[in-house]
């Protein structure tokens, strides 16, 4: 089941407002209708704290998809932050689940929807594919 929340400026890096169960469609609408613009100018104002975001989250799949729009129009760029848990080796070799967060930056609407949606068809495979190409990119600039 995906759910959307929102992140507001002022708010603790893991405070979010729970909007309620969501789709692709309703959670696009969520990033179109959030008021970028004037949270943005708050948190310029603030300097402090996490910047506003839009986030999807599949919790049985203990998945998640943090997206902020950097510019106030809907061509601009955003911020993305894909999240989930990787089973790592600890000591003694014995594996344990850790929460996973790669940022990355994305230049069109049209990646951030393609993001979106292999997210809500769960195709996570493709859609940490799709994430590392972004981070291999941030890292060749």
Not at 67 to 73: E, F, N, P, R
Request: glycine fraction near 6%; aromatic fraction near 10%; charged fraction near 30%.
């Amino acid at each position: 089941m995906l759910t959307c929340a929102i992140q507001k400026t002022g708010y603790d890096y893991q405070q979010t407002d729970p909007q309620g169960v969501t789709d692709l469609v309703a959670f696009m609408a969520a990033i179109d209708a959030f008021p970028w613009a004037e949270q943005h100018r708050e948190w310029d104002e603030q300097q402090d704290g996490p910047l506003p975001a839009v986030v999807l989250r599949n919790e049985p799949d203990q998945r998640e998809l943090w997206v902020t729009a950097l510019g106030s129009d809907r061509a601009g760029s955003y911020q993305l932050q894909a999240v989930s848990m990787q089973m790592r080796k600890g000591f003694f070799g014995k594996a344990k689940p850790e929460q996973d967060a790669t940022v990355v930056d994305a230049r069109s609407r049209a990646e951030v929807d393609r993001l979106c949606e292999l997210f809500c068809d769960g195709q996570y495979e493709a859609f940490d594919r799709g994430v590392a190409r972004l981070a291999t990119r941030d890292s060749d600039d």
